[in-house]
């Protein structure tokens, strides 16, 4: 009895970690600001496919393919070191047959992540440490990658 319930237990445990599971990587296709308060919940903001993703052998989404992340949480900057972040869990894509595919994964931007601020510039350090960072994300610039079954 014991050892049917360790196969049972196996099965319904052991799948779930067996499975395959597929990496998307994506960039924006746009830049991602938070300087004019362009974004709020819920808007579209569209990435594309760096590479060709591939499923059991075939070529499942092509390179260069529209993908959009919707925004799930929005936070502006603020004082005292308050930077922006923007979270997305949901995104919408098609497959090479134009099948709709949804992927739930989630990507976290915030204004620390592609700052690239020279040591020289310590005004600079001292003026974020007094209102924190913006997001400032150029196409090409960032690559953030996505994970679906």
């Given at each position: 009895?014991?050892k049917i319930f360790i196969l049972i237990m196996l ?28 974004l709020e919940v819920g808007d579209a903001v569209p ?103």
């Amino acid at each position: 009895m014991k050892k049917i319930f360790i196969l049972i237990m196996l099965f319904f445990v052991g799948v779930p970690a067996f499975a395959d599971r597929l990496s998307i990587k994506i960039t924006p296709a746009e830049k991602i600001l938070t300087t004019r308060d362009q974004l709020e919940v819920g808007d579209a903001v569209p990435f594309k496919v760096v590479h060709d993703v591939y499923k059991d052998g075939n070529l499942y989404i092509k390179k260069d393919t529209k993908i959009l992340g919707y925004v799930d949480f929005y936070h502006e900057n603020g004082w005292c070191a308050d930077t922006a972040e923007i979270s997305m869990v949901n995104f919408v894509t098609k497959d090479v047959d134009g099948n709709k595919i949804n992927i739930v994964s989630p990507v976290k931007m915030d204004g620390n992540t592609f700052k690239k601020i020279p040591p020289k510039k310590f005004l600079v350090y001292i003026a974020h440490a007094i209102r924190g960072n913006e997001i400032k994300i150029a196409p090409e610039e960032g690559n953030f990658n996505l994970f679906f079954m």
